[in-house]
């Protein structure tokens, strides 16, 4: 069973940096992707970034050059490096394994003022 606890989400000012972190338990972290996704009020789910079990990553145009996912195998972990946060990045985030079938995590809230 496959277990992902969140954290490092908060409240932060415009232009500030935030940055996720995803443990998970289990021994299939090493060859599995992992990602995040968001998801703001009245909104629809967005994928925000995933990175595959070689380290080869995917971002949605929406952050592409603010955020950074990484992951560190030894730790079972998954990062999400965030910068130059908007308003707009506001939600709550989700981090998500996936082999063969997808596990989430509980979520974790990112606030951004203006």
């Known amino acids: 069973q496959v277990q992902l606890v969140e954290s490092g989400g908060g409240l932060v000012q415009a232009g500030g940096s935030l940055r996720l972190s995803c443990a998970a338990s289990g021994s299939i972290f090493s060859i599995a992707a992992m990602g995040w996704y968001r998801q703001a009020p009245g909104k629809q789910r967005e994928s925000v970034a995933i990175i595959g079990s070689r380290g080869s990553t995917n971002y949605a145009d929406s952050v592409k050059g603010r955020f950074t996912i990484s992951r560190d195998n030894a730790k079972s972990t998954v990062y999400l490096q965030m910068n130059s946060l908007k308003p707009e990045d506001t939600a709550v985030y989700y981090c998500?394994?996936?082999?063969?079938?997808?596990?989430w995590g509980q979520g974790t809230q990112v606030t951004v003022s203006s």
């Open positions: 998500y394994l996936t082999y063969t079938r997808e596990y």
